[in-house]
């Protein structure tokens, strides 16, 4: 690779919580994502020369969360010279499939190839973190680390950080609706409760126990009886238009779970097969047939890699 050629790298969506994991949990999807294109710069600084996919973005580099990561990056490895940066946006924002954390993500491991790979993918967690604490105020992982990672990712502390890569031990395969409203993540937690009973903390614990062992063993019985959100869930689907109908949809349909991905508003299931995702789809899809409000569908398979560098753009418009 010569100083002027792009590295170019992408880096999936995500669902965050998967329901009865709040705040510790999520796994990526194959798509949608985004891109971003880092090259050497003999100039010092970081510009963001493009945004392509999506208005409204600033290309201020301390005001994007590309360019928030890579100056982390570089600071913390003491580095001068500067860096070009691009942004293909391939999701949609403010959807709950982690958008921000795609681009945090994409740009933590674009620079990290053009610095000469530095640091491992693990390490490239706590750099993209600082992307989604400039989007929301919280250098959460549970979205990034999926991203870079792929698979299942649980985060089990913060302080210090350490996230446990589950890969992908079994076959899944998620559907995603998105109604297009808006629904900030500020209020989806500002309407949550400061205490929880006792009662129903036991039960999610045990919820979250039995979807990681079912992961682990391969169990699809137990992963569809564990992926309950008893505490967040009814709380937070009030905001999200034709949520209970389209749960319902989607587990009459064969889903072996739904919930809302991150803050939502977008809705995901999880299947066994991408013959019954497809199908979960079409269900999901009926439940907002006459109610006015456009969405967006995605069927994914839950993959075991997650950002990557590419040779050519693969972003391509996903039909709702």
């Known amino acids: 690779m010569t100083n002027n050629e792009f590295v170019k790298a992408y880096a999936p969506a995500t669902v965050a919580n998967v329901c009865c994991g709040f ?13 971003v294109w880092a090259r050497r710069s003999n100039a010092p600084g970081i510009r963001i020369t493009d ?3 999506i208005g409204g973005l600033s290309a201020d580099p301390a005001e994007n969360v590309i360019g928030v990561v890579a100056q982390k990056m570089l600071t913390e490895l003491g580095i001068t010279h500067g860096l070009e940066l691009q942004l293909h946006k391939g999701m949609p924002v403010g959807s709950g499939m982690g958008s921000s ?3 945090s993500a994409a740009a933590a491991f674009a620079v990290n190839e053009v610095l000469g790979k530095p640091f491992t993918t693990e390490e490239l967690v706590v ?6 604490r400039k989007a929301s105020g ?3 992982a549970d979205n990034v680390a999926p991203s870079l990672l792929g698979g299942f990712v649980l985060i089990r ?10 890969g992908t031990p079994v076959d899944l395969y998620c559907t995603i609706i998105y109604p297009q409203i808006e629904l900030k993540t500020s209020l989806a937690r500002s309407i949550l409760k400061k205490e929880i009973p006792m009662k129903k903390g036991i039960r999610q614990w045990g919820n979250l126990a039995g979807l990681m062992a079912g992961l682990l063993k391969g169990d699809y019985g137990l992963i569809g009886r564990s992926l309950h959100d008893e505490i967040f869930e009814p709380e937070r689907s009030i905001l999200i238009p034709l949520f209970k109908q389209t749960k319902e949809a989607a587990l009459s349909a064969g889903a072996l779970g739904c919930g809302i991905s991150g803050s ?7 299947s066994a097969t991408a013959e019954q995702a497809e199908e979960v789809k079409l269900a999901m899809q009926q ?28 972003l391509q418009p996903v039909q709702a």
């Open 127 to 132: 750099y993209a973190m600082e992307g989604e």
């Open 51 to 53: 945004i392509k996919g």
């Open 157 to 166: 502390d913060y302080d210090p950080l350490d996230v446990v890569p589950l």
């Open 287 to 314: 439940t907002y047939a006459e109610s006015g409000i456009e969405i967006k569908t995605y069927v994914s398979k839950v993959p075991e890699q997650g950002a990557r560098v590419i040779e050519q753009p693969i």
């Open 138 to 140: 919280s250098a959460h």
């Open 264 to 270: 939502g508003p977008s809705i995901f299931a999880l």
């Open 101 to 103: 954390a795609a681009s």
């Open 23 to 35: 705040d510790v949990l999520g796994f990526a999807l194959d798509y949608p994502g985004d891109e």
